[in-house]
Protein backbone atom coordinates (compact mmCIF):
# COMPACT_ATOMS: atom_id res chain seq x y z
CA UNK A 1 0.00 0.00 0.00
CA UNK A 2 1.47 3.49 -0.91
CA UNK A 3 1.67 5.95 1.86
CA UNK A 4 -0.31 8.58 2.79
CA UNK A 5 0.01 11.92 3.99
CA UNK A 6 -1.94 10.54 6.93
CA UNK A 7 0.85 7.82 7.93
CA UNK A 8 3.37 9.65 10.45
CA UNK A 9 6.80 10.01 9.00
CA UNK A 10 8.55 7.52 11.19
CA UNK A 11 6.27 4.73 10.04
CA UNK A 12 6.74 5.29 6.42
CA UNK A 13 10.47 5.23 7.26
CA UNK A 14 10.45 2.32 9.48
CA UNK A 15 8.20 -0.05 6.60
CA UNK A 16 9.79 -2.29 4.30
CA UNK A 17 10.82 -1.24 0.96
CA UNK A 18 9.95 -3.74 -1.82
CA UNK A 19 13.36 -4.89 -3.53
CA UNK A 20 13.64 -3.74 -7.04
CA UNK A 21 16.51 -5.47 -9.39
CA UNK A 22 18.30 -2.26 -9.25
CA UNK A 23 18.79 -2.36 -5.72
CA UNK A 24 22.68 -2.16 -5.10
CA UNK A 25 22.42 -3.87 -1.83
CA UNK A 26 21.11 -6.95 -3.50
CA UNK A 27 23.41 -9.83 -4.53
CA UNK A 28 24.79 -9.52 -7.83
CA UNK A 29 23.48 -13.15 -8.36
CA UNK A 30 20.00 -12.32 -7.17
CA UNK A 31 20.17 -9.19 -8.88
CA UNK A 32 20.90 -11.12 -12.48
CA UNK A 33 18.00 -13.55 -11.43
CA UNK A 34 15.33 -10.07 -11.92
CA UNK A 35 16.67 -9.51 -15.61
CA UNK A 36 17.77 -12.78 -16.96
CA UNK A 37 14.23 -14.46 -15.94
CA UNK A 38 13.43 -15.48 -19.22
CA UNK A 39 14.46 -19.12 -20.22
CA UNK A 40 15.09 -18.61 -23.69
CA UNK A 41 17.45 -15.64 -23.61
CA UNK A 42 19.08 -18.05 -20.88
CA UNK A 43 19.80 -20.51 -22.91
CA UNK A 44 21.27 -17.95 -25.29
CA UNK A 45 23.14 -16.82 -22.90
CA UNK A 46 24.78 -20.41 -21.49
CA UNK A 47 25.95 -20.50 -25.14
CA UNK A 48 28.35 -18.03 -24.71
CA UNK A 49 26.54 -15.84 -27.74
CA UNK A 50 28.53 -13.39 -27.99
CA UNK A 51 31.65 -15.10 -28.85
CA UNK A 52 29.34 -17.17 -31.22
CA UNK A 53 28.68 -14.41 -33.24
CA UNK A 54 32.29 -13.32 -33.46
CA UNK A 55 33.43 -16.16 -34.52
CA UNK A 56 30.51 -16.88 -36.70
CA UNK A 57 30.69 -13.03 -38.23
CA UNK A 58 35.05 -13.48 -38.88
CA UNK A 59 34.28 -16.91 -40.33
CA UNK A 60 31.55 -15.57 -42.94
CA UNK A 61 33.92 -12.76 -43.73
CA UNK A 62 36.60 -14.89 -44.38
CA UNK A 63 34.77 -17.21 -46.84
CA UNK A 64 33.29 -13.84 -48.38
CA UNK A 65 36.86 -12.74 -49.20
CA UNK A 66 37.46 -15.81 -50.79
CA UNK A 67 34.69 -15.49 -53.38
CA UNK A 68 32.60 -17.72 -52.01
CA UNK A 69 28.59 -16.87 -53.33
CA UNK A 70 26.19 -15.89 -50.98
CA UNK A 71 24.59 -18.53 -49.94
CA UNK A 72 28.05 -20.72 -49.13
CA UNK A 73 28.58 -17.79 -46.80
CA UNK A 74 25.48 -18.45 -45.00
CA UNK A 75 26.85 -22.13 -45.30
CA UNK A 76 29.54 -21.31 -43.43
CA UNK A 77 27.96 -19.38 -40.67
CA UNK A 78 25.38 -21.45 -39.69
CA UNK A 79 27.91 -24.46 -39.45
CA UNK A 80 29.98 -22.14 -37.07
CA UNK A 81 27.50 -20.88 -35.06
CA UNK A 82 25.59 -23.73 -34.48
CA UNK A 83 28.61 -25.45 -33.97
CA UNK A 84 29.70 -22.78 -31.20
CA UNK A 85 25.96 -22.92 -29.52
CA UNK A 86 26.91 -26.58 -28.71
CA UNK A 87 30.89 -26.00 -27.35
CA UNK A 88 29.28 -23.35 -25.12
CA UNK A 89 26.09 -25.06 -23.81
CA UNK A 90 28.09 -28.14 -23.31
CA UNK A 91 31.10 -25.65 -20.88
CA UNK A 92 28.33 -24.47 -19.02
CA UNK A 93 26.86 -27.65 -18.29
CA UNK A 94 30.14 -29.38 -17.49
CA UNK A 95 31.15 -26.64 -15.23
CA UNK A 96 27.50 -25.55 -13.84
CA UNK A 97 29.18 -27.15 -10.12
CA UNK A 98 31.93 -24.95 -10.43
CA UNK A 99 30.00 -21.65 -11.26
CA UNK A 100 27.88 -22.51 -8.75
CA UNK A 101 30.61 -23.20 -5.90
CA UNK A 102 31.85 -19.30 -7.25
CA UNK A 103 28.50 -17.75 -7.21
CA UNK A 104 28.95 -16.79 -10.97
CA UNK A 105 26.06 -14.44 -12.00
CA UNK A 106 26.43 -14.71 -15.76
CA UNK A 107 26.28 -18.01 -15.77
CA UNK A 108 22.38 -19.05 -15.92
CA UNK A 109 22.56 -22.90 -14.97
CA UNK A 110 24.37 -21.85 -12.26
CA UNK A 111 22.01 -19.18 -11.39
CA UNK A 112 19.00 -22.07 -11.45
CA UNK A 113 17.18 -19.97 -14.08
CA UNK A 114 18.22 -22.53 -16.40
CA UNK A 115 17.61 -26.45 -15.76
CA UNK A 116 20.50 -28.38 -17.18
CA UNK A 117 18.46 -30.74 -18.77
CA UNK A 118 17.27 -27.95 -21.03
CA UNK A 119 20.77 -27.02 -21.76
CA UNK A 120 21.43 -30.97 -22.99
CA UNK A 121 18.29 -31.10 -25.01
CA UNK A 122 19.67 -27.52 -27.02
CA UNK A 123 22.94 -29.92 -27.11
CA UNK A 124 21.12 -32.84 -28.79
CA UNK A 125 19.06 -30.71 -30.90
CA UNK A 126 22.54 -28.51 -31.82
CA UNK A 127 24.79 -32.04 -32.24
CA UNK A 128 21.78 -33.29 -35.08
CA UNK A 129 22.03 -29.89 -37.26
CA UNK A 130 25.86 -29.08 -36.82
CA UNK A 131 26.48 -32.68 -38.55
CA UNK A 132 24.30 -31.91 -41.96
CA UNK A 133 25.29 -28.40 -41.83
CA UNK A 134 29.20 -29.43 -41.46
CA UNK A 135 28.81 -32.14 -44.43
CA UNK A 136 26.75 -29.62 -46.81
CA UNK A 137 30.47 -27.98 -47.09
CA UNK A 138 31.93 -31.13 -48.07
CA UNK A 139 33.57 -33.81 -46.64
CA UNK A 140 36.93 -32.70 -46.11
CA UNK A 141 35.56 -29.63 -44.90
CA UNK A 142 33.12 -31.06 -42.20
CA UNK A 143 36.36 -33.32 -40.89
CA UNK A 144 37.90 -30.14 -40.06
CA UNK A 145 35.15 -28.70 -38.63
CA UNK A 146 34.53 -32.30 -36.53
CA UNK A 147 38.35 -31.91 -35.11
CA UNK A 148 37.47 -28.19 -34.37
CA UNK A 149 34.19 -28.96 -32.09
CA UNK A 150 35.95 -32.25 -31.00
CA UNK A 151 39.02 -30.25 -29.63
CA UNK A 152 36.59 -27.92 -27.85
CA UNK A 153 34.26 -30.78 -26.20
CA UNK A 154 37.11 -32.53 -25.14
CA UNK A 155 38.82 -29.33 -23.64
CA UNK A 156 35.63 -28.68 -21.89
CA UNK A 157 35.80 -31.86 -20.40
CA UNK A 158 38.99 -32.92 -19.74
CA UNK A 159 42.30 -32.20 -17.18
CA UNK A 160 43.98 -30.75 -20.46
CA UNK A 161 42.93 -26.94 -19.59
CA UNK A 162 43.96 -27.37 -15.99
CA UNK A 163 47.65 -27.62 -16.90
CA UNK A 164 50.21 -25.34 -18.66
CA UNK A 165 49.04 -26.86 -21.58
CA UNK A 166 46.14 -25.34 -21.58
CA UNK A 167 46.73 -23.77 -24.70
CA UNK A 168 47.34 -27.14 -26.71
CA UNK A 169 43.44 -27.96 -27.97
CA UNK A 170 42.98 -23.98 -28.76
CA UNK A 171 46.01 -23.82 -31.07
CA UNK A 172 44.94 -27.22 -32.82
CA UNK A 173 41.30 -26.36 -32.82
CA UNK A 174 42.09 -23.03 -34.49
CA UNK A 175 44.76 -24.51 -36.83
CA UNK A 176 41.73 -26.76 -38.03
CA UNK A 177 39.67 -23.63 -38.60
CA UNK A 178 41.40 -22.53 -42.59
CA UNK A 179 41.42 -25.88 -43.78
CA UNK A 180 37.25 -25.66 -42.81
CA UNK A 181 37.37 -22.62 -45.42
CA UNK A 182 39.86 -24.17 -48.07
CA UNK A 183 38.44 -27.45 -48.35
CA UNK A 184 34.85 -26.14 -48.18
CA UNK A 185 32.10 -25.41 -51.34
CA UNK A 186 28.62 -25.99 -51.33
CA UNK A 187 28.15 -29.79 -51.07
CA UNK A 188 31.78 -30.05 -52.23
CA UNK A 189 31.48 -28.10 -55.35
CA UNK A 190 34.19 -25.51 -56.28
CA UNK A 191 35.93 -27.01 -53.16
CA UNK A 192 39.50 -26.27 -52.86
CA UNK A 193 42.85 -28.11 -51.25
CA UNK A 194 44.79 -28.03 -47.87
CA UNK A 195 45.14 -24.41 -46.37
CA UNK A 196 48.72 -22.71 -46.66
CA UNK A 197 51.08 -23.31 -44.26
CA UNK A 198 51.42 -20.34 -43.27
CA UNK A 199 48.10 -19.09 -42.47
CA UNK A 200 47.61 -22.62 -40.65
CA UNK A 201 50.11 -21.75 -38.34
CA UNK A 202 48.95 -18.04 -37.48
CA UNK A 203 45.61 -19.62 -37.22
CA UNK A 204 46.76 -21.59 -34.52
CA UNK A 205 48.80 -18.43 -32.92
CA UNK A 206 45.37 -16.52 -32.92
CA UNK A 207 43.86 -19.95 -31.10
CA UNK A 208 46.63 -19.25 -27.82
CA UNK A 209 46.08 -15.41 -27.99
CA UNK A 210 41.73 -16.22 -28.15
CA UNK A 211 42.28 -18.69 -25.23
CA UNK A 212 44.11 -15.92 -23.27
CA UNK A 213 41.89 -13.48 -23.69
CA UNK A 214 38.93 -15.71 -22.65
CA UNK A 215 40.32 -16.84 -19.50
CA UNK A 216 41.22 -13.49 -18.02
CA UNK A 217 37.84 -13.33 -16.55
CA UNK A 218 38.14 -16.65 -14.74
CA UNK A 219 41.79 -16.09 -13.36
CA UNK A 220 40.59 -15.97 -9.79
CA UNK A 221 38.28 -18.99 -9.81
CA UNK A 222 41.19 -20.64 -11.55
CA UNK A 223 44.12 -19.60 -8.73
CA UNK A 224 41.53 -20.35 -6.25
CA UNK A 225 40.94 -23.92 -7.07
CA UNK A 226 44.71 -24.93 -7.73
CA UNK A 227 44.33 -24.84 -11.36
CA UNK A 228 47.81 -23.85 -13.33
CA UNK A 229 46.67 -22.74 -16.74
CA UNK A 230 48.25 -21.50 -19.31
CA UNK A 231 47.23 -17.76 -18.81
CA UNK A 232 47.16 -18.44 -15.06
CA UNK A 233 50.93 -18.83 -14.89
CA UNK A 234 51.76 -15.79 -16.88
CA UNK A 235 49.05 -13.56 -15.52
CA UNK A 236 50.96 -14.38 -11.75
CA UNK A 237 54.03 -13.39 -13.20
CA UNK A 238 52.92 -9.90 -15.28
CA UNK A 239 49.79 -9.47 -13.41
CA UNK A 240 46.65 -9.56 -15.21
CA UNK A 241 46.08 -5.89 -16.23
CA UNK A 242 49.14 -6.59 -17.90
CA UNK A 243 48.36 -9.66 -19.48
CA UNK A 244 45.07 -8.38 -20.91
CA UNK A 245 47.84 -5.74 -22.89
CA UNK A 246 49.86 -8.46 -24.52
CA UNK A 247 46.69 -10.85 -25.15
CA UNK A 248 44.60 -7.99 -27.03
CA UNK A 249 48.11 -6.92 -28.63
CA UNK A 250 49.06 -10.83 -29.64
CA UNK A 251 45.47 -11.41 -31.18
CA UNK A 252 45.58 -8.01 -33.10
CA UNK A 253 49.15 -8.79 -34.62
CA UNK A 254 48.37 -12.62 -35.35
CA UNK A 255 45.03 -11.43 -37.12
CA UNK A 256 46.73 -8.77 -39.10
CA UNK A 257 49.33 -11.39 -40.23
CA UNK A 258 46.27 -13.57 -40.71
CA UNK A 259 45.01 -11.05 -43.50
CA UNK A 260 48.79 -10.32 -44.70
CA UNK A 261 49.33 -13.96 -45.72
CA UNK A 262 46.10 -14.23 -47.09
CA UNK A 263 46.82 -11.56 -49.67
CA UNK A 264 50.65 -12.69 -50.03
CA UNK A 265 50.19 -16.44 -50.21
CA UNK A 266 46.58 -17.17 -50.78
CA UNK A 267 44.19 -19.60 -48.35
CA UNK A 268 45.01 -22.50 -50.90
CA UNK A 269 48.16 -24.10 -51.41
Known amino acids: MSPTIDEPAQARAQRPRARSGKDPHRPRAERGLDVRRSWPVALLRAGHLRQALLLTLVMGTAAALTGRSLP ?112 GGYAGEGAGGPPTTEVTVLAALLGIGVHVLRSLPGLVDDNKDGWRTFPLRVALHTGAPRLLVIGGLWTAAVSAGIVVAALRVGLVR
Open 72 to 183: EVGLVAATILVGQLLVGWHNDVVDAARDRSHARDDKPIALGILDKGTATFAMALALLLVVPLSVANGLEAAGAHGGFLLLALLTNAGVLRRTAFSFLPWAAGFALLPAFLSY
